[in-house]
């Protein structure tokens, strides 16, 4: 498997980042080439399902995946959602913690822990996932943090540090 792990503060409570996070349609703003849909009743908690298209029409892959864990931030508590992919291409689990750092501060540590099916295929591109996945999960929760920043009047460096 290729493990990586992306890590971004954000200027913004951890409930705010938390239902950002969680908004998964949402991710196809900060994703590129991206579309998300639900495909539970529910957004929300253990049991949720929700698949991300990635791709240009015809060309690009399903990644399917359900919630397993779901734990929002409360108080000075960290949030942590875990989810297992159940696709063709891209196999493996997904996890974020939402770690408040003040009231109107708060960081996000992304995990990826991933196969790419072929699976075999998965050893030698280690080298070269591992880094890639690293750099697309920072931009991506950097897009993420500036639109919950913003969410604020704008203000990134208004936080209590």
């Known amino acids: ?7 971004v503060p954000v200027d913004a ?5 938390w239902a950002a996070l969680v908004d998964w349609p949402a991710h196809a703003r900060w994703v590129p080439l991206t579309a998300v849909r639900v ?18 029409g015809p060309l690009g892959f399903d990644d399917p995946m359900e919630v397993t864990r779901w734990e ?18 891209v196999l493996g689990e997904a996890w974020f913690d939402v770690v408040p750092l003040g009231p109107r501060r708060c960081r996000v540590d992304w995990t990826e822990d991933v196969e790419v099916v072929p699976v075999r295929l998965t050893r030698p591109l280690r080298g070269l996932l591992e880094p890639a996945g690293r750099l697309a999960f920072r931009s991506t929760l950097r897009r ?18």
């Open 1 to 7: 498997m290729a493990r990586f792990t992306a890590t």
């Open 13 to 17: 409570p951890a409930e705010r980042a």
């Open 39 to 56: 495909l539970t009743d529910s957004a929300e908690g253990v049991g949720a399902r929700f698949c991300g298209r990635t791709g240009i």
């Open 72 to 89: 929002p931030p409360h108080g000075t508590e960290p949030g942590h959602c875990h989810v297992v992919k159940q696709g063709r291409v």
């Open 144 to 161: 993420m943090a500036a639109e919950v920043e913003g969410a604020d009047g704008g203000r990134p460096g208004d936080g209590d540090g």
